[in-house]
């Protein structure tokens, strides 16, 4: 190395990598090699972990023949350059290493030393050190940031044809690791890095292998309160797949120096204090808090990590990143479920409902902040047949001889269990598209209950002389539901959140027109409607005084 | 956790002694519907459908509504929708979507049928009362009723009968297809296969299965790890299903290792979250008769 002097140059003053150099004026006629910038630290595994030889070659116009190579105790192991360059004592010159040795594999975690020499009038030599890691993360654990505001989320079938229920698993929700007999969490067995695991977009049923749930890598949903910062505890790879095939440590810490991560999403950073993070070592980050609505946010977070020296100092990039993607299902208060019921249906929301409800909402225009706008986008979601949404839950319809049924029989709900089975519900109407009261009180009311909306309960009607009503998946309003001059319940079912004050029915619409006897009808959608009153349900819906009772919120199968 | 998964017992001396055995107690699983305290729309049923005069007849082992074949008709597999509670589709050959739906429910006690009969008839809304099978000319049954589709003049949508201690709900899933067998000769199929089961004497309890082993074999797993789980079964003719249901704080699900071979291998948890979990077995034998078992361990955080 030769120093013609120490005058610097503030636009080459490179302090990227830690290695910020000088850089001094050459003499007219003689050869100069500076090295601008190397990392201290790299992974070449990661997206984009190319590590970055940047020099400057001088004085302008000198022609010298440059060889970069790698080494590893005093040994080559890759050549990065070789060639010749033009001298410009004012240009930095990038040469990228992609981290592959000759024989076409990925360099070992270890220390290297990466080495320029510039041949013209004289030769010049010039080396740095380099550390290789292996950076990833294997496992990500969703945590609340206080109690009661994060929750599994649950499936419903095992594959396309059994019924099953499964929780997000709350030990790691994303699990990236070697299944039995692989080589190593964070590579695949030939070496290269092993992916991110794609988001799990199926709504009914976890990832299988095999028969068997996938136990090895996935990645589901969360379930967060609306606006609230959404936490993840990250454990980092604890291995990595040598050249040779086998486990290898992934070579860090490195003596001396301090790696941390950060994290970030388009809506902003991830906050996190480690200042050193270790091979299946833990770190929490605190996202950007979530929406203040009921729906579903995806949220694509890119991992970065830089490295220090020991006890402080400036952070220098490790160069690359990782992206990993996530949905974020968000609900009013914490999900509510049957007194007293036991089982993994209840461990949370069901992914499907979650995601039902968000494209309601899409396509109704809400955007539920309050418990108000919950039931609003589930009883006109459910009911469908309006501008958003142009067909009921499940194309149902309400079991009346005009469509086909016949007299408004039960034909999901399980009223000595009081339980629904909202899996078969879902799995494609498996009892059939005919529903009457009890079905619809029943499955809205799990749905409502289980997004946040509290002190949901089934409200039970004695029998009604009806007016005209619009029942789900019919055409049209009727006065003759059974038949000519047939228009009466003998029961009726529909919910309520305050004790029978307001009511929701998202099995039949009231008529709203002014003639609420007569058909044709305005549709007057029941969503948290008065009881009483002019404008209340039993008044636009039956001629009779109607005598009402509870049933409690009911189970689900 | 329900895992309808008709997970299979095919040997049992293959499922080992527990080693440590955690908590165990066998139950009863069956809920009569006679002995909770009754509705009042149940009750105005009762009233309604005379279900005083309905005959009371002999009791039987139970539904083997797996073996029931319909000609040319495919039968799904068995479901278990409930303790003691049984359910199987039917598709007629060649056709994409099921037909009929056969749920049956089996209790103890005449009564108990009675009682979840009337349950169904009192959450009609329609206002009438439905016509006895016997009025529309099927004899099947002890007592049953029907729905009829307003698709077309005579079509049955669904009816419910009672045979004994069995209550047999069968639905028209298409309604407005023409069926080439109709509702009621399913369900005089039905009816048939629940005669030809053995008779149960007056001292007799229905013929449930015995749960004899069911621990964990550790009395402590950390969340992310798997348990094995020791069980075994007998006193069922035929393969039995298993549901696992879980309780308590902690998290977890239970499935059969895979083996080598792709025979069955043990029955294992695999732990998913930190808390007190309680696991119960509930094994409904074919003939639709249920009981269970639960086994506790502590899941521990990582």
């Not at chain 2, 297809?177 to 149960?200: Q, R, W």
């Not at chain 2, 308590?248 to 979990?277: C, D, I, K, Q």
Request: charge should be negative.
């Amino acid at each position: 190395m030769k120093w013609i002097g120490f005058a610097p140059i503030p636009a080459l003053m490179i302090g990227i990598a830690g290695l910020a150099l000088s850089l001094a004026a050459a003499s007219a006629s003689t050869l100069t090699l500076t090295i601008a910038s190397v990392p201290r630290i790299a992974d070449p595994k990661l997206d984009g972990g190319a590590i970055p030889i940047q020099f400057v070659i001088g004085p302008d116009g000198i022609s010298a023949a440059v060889d970069i190579t790698i080494e590893q105790n005093a040994a080559t192991v890759a050549s990065v350059f070789s060639g010749t360059l033009t001298g410009a004592a004012n240009t930095i010159v990038t040469k990228n290493w992609n981290g592959k040795t000759a024989n076409g594999k990925f360099a070992d975690p270890g220390d290297y030393t990466v080495r320029i020499v510039a041949t013209a009038d004289h030769v010049e030599n010039q080396t740095a050190p380099l550390s290789i890691v292996r950076l990833g993360i294997s496992a990500m654990e969703a945590l609340g940031v206080n109690n009661n505001d994060e929750w599994q989320m649950v499936y419903f079938m095992k594959g396309g044809t059994t019924y099953a229920f499964y929780a997000t698993p709350s030990v790691h929700e994303y699990y990236n690791v070697n299944k039995p007999g692989d080589v190593a969490d964070l590579d695949l067995n030939n070496g290269n890095p092993r992916p991110s695991v794609a988001l799990h977009e199926d709504v009914m049923s976890p990832p299988l292998s095999g028969t068997n749930y996938e136990s090895y890598n996935y990645n589901f949903p969360y379930c967060y309160l609306d606006g609230k910062t959404p936490r993840l505890r990250v454990t980092f790879g604890s291995n990595a797949t040598s050249q040779a095939g086998t486990a290898v440590a992934p070579g860090y810490p490195v003596a001396g120096y301090e790696i941390h991560a950060i994290a970030s999403d388009p809506n902003g950073g991830w906050i996190n204090n480690d200042t050193n993070i270790t091979p299946a070592g833990q770190s929490t980050f605190d996202g950007p808090a979530l929406p203040t609505v009921a729906g579903r946010s995806d949220r694509n977070i890119t991992w970065k990590f830089e490295y220090r020296t020991a006890g402080g100092g400036a952070w220098n990039p490790v160069p690359g990143q990782i992206g990993t993607h996530h949905r974020y299902y968000t609900v009013i208060n914490k999900p509510i479920f049957a007194t007293g019921a036991t089982g993994t249906q209840y461990a949370g929301p069901w992914v499907m409902i979650a995601e039902t409800f968000t494209q309601w909402a899409n396509d109704l225009g809400n955007a539920p902040s309050d418990e108000h706008g919950v039931v609003d986008t589930i009883i006109k979601g459910y009911f469908g047949q309006n501008a958003g949404v142009h067909f009921p839950i499940e194309n149902f319809e309400y079991d009346c001889p005009s469509m086909g049924g016949d007299g408004g029989a039960t034909h999901y709900y399980d009223f000595g269990g009081n339980s629904i089975p909202l899996s078969r519900v879902l799995n494609y109407h498996q009892n059939g598209i005919y529903i009457n009261c009890s079905d619809c009180a029943s499955i809205t009311s799990t749905m409502i209950a289980m997004l946040g909306v509290r002190s949901v309960q089934m409200f039970r009607l004695g029998g009604m002389t009806l007016k005209a009503i619009w029942g789900v998946g019919t055409p049209a309003y009727t006065t003759n539901l059974w038949g000519p001059g047939s228009n009466s319940f003998s029961y009726h079912h529909i919910i309520t959140r305050n004790g029978g004050v307001n009511v929701s029915d998202a099995c039949m619409c009231v008529d709203e027109d002014g003639n609420p006897g007569a058909t044709p009808g305005v549709p007057g959608w029941n969503v948290d409607r008065p009881w009483l009153g002019a404008s209340g349900y039993m008044t636009l819906s039956a001629y009779n005084t109607v005598s009402t009772s509870f049933d409690p919120l009911p189970k689900i199968q | 956790m329900i895992i309808n998964n008709k997970m299979r017992i095919q040997i049992f001396v293959l499922l080992a002694i527990a080693l440590a055995p955690a908590a165990f107690a066998a139950q009863s699983a069956s809920k009569p519907a006679a002995s909770r305290p009754r509705d009042p729309q149940v009750a105005h049923a009762h009233d309604r459908y005379r279900s005083g005069d309905w005959r009371r007849g002999e009791r039987k082992a139970g539904f083997d509504v797996g073996s029931l074949k319909i000609h040319n008709f495919d039968g799904s597999a068995v479901e278990v929708i409930g303790d003691n509670a049984l359910a199987r589709r039917f598709t007629a050959t060649g056709a994409a979507k099921p037909l009929y739906l056969i749920e049956s429910n089996v209790y103890e006690a005449v009564a108990d049928a009675h009682e979840k009969l009337a349950e169904i008839l009192a959450f009609v809304s329609s206002p009438g009362t439905l016509p006895t099978m016997r009025a529309s000319g099927h004899d099947v049954g002890d007592i049953g009723y029907i729905g009829y589709s307003g698709a077309a003049p005579g079509r049955i949508a669904w009816l419910a009968f009672v045979r004994g201690n069995i209550t047999v709900r069968v639905t028209n899933l298409q309604t407005s297809e023409s069926p080439a067998i109709d509702a009621a000769a399913v369900a005089k199929l039905a009816d048939n296969a629940i005669l030809a089961a053995p008779t149960l004497l007056d001292t007799q309890s229905l013929p449930k299965p015995a749960i004899d082993n069911f621990t964990f074999d550790k009395n402590s797993v950390v969340a992310g790890k798997i348990v094995k789980i020791n069980f075994s079964v007998s006193g069922v003719t035929g393969e039995p299903n298993i549901d696992w249901i879980t309780g308590g704080t902690g998290m977890g699900y239970v499935e059969r290792a895979a083996t080598a071979s792709g025979a069955p291998g043990n029955f294992e948890l695999h732990a998913t979250g930190a808390g007190a979990f309680e696991l119960t077995a509930r094994v409904t034998s074919p003939l639709g008769v249920s009981a269970e078992a639960k086994a506790t361990i502590a899941i521990a955080a990582r």
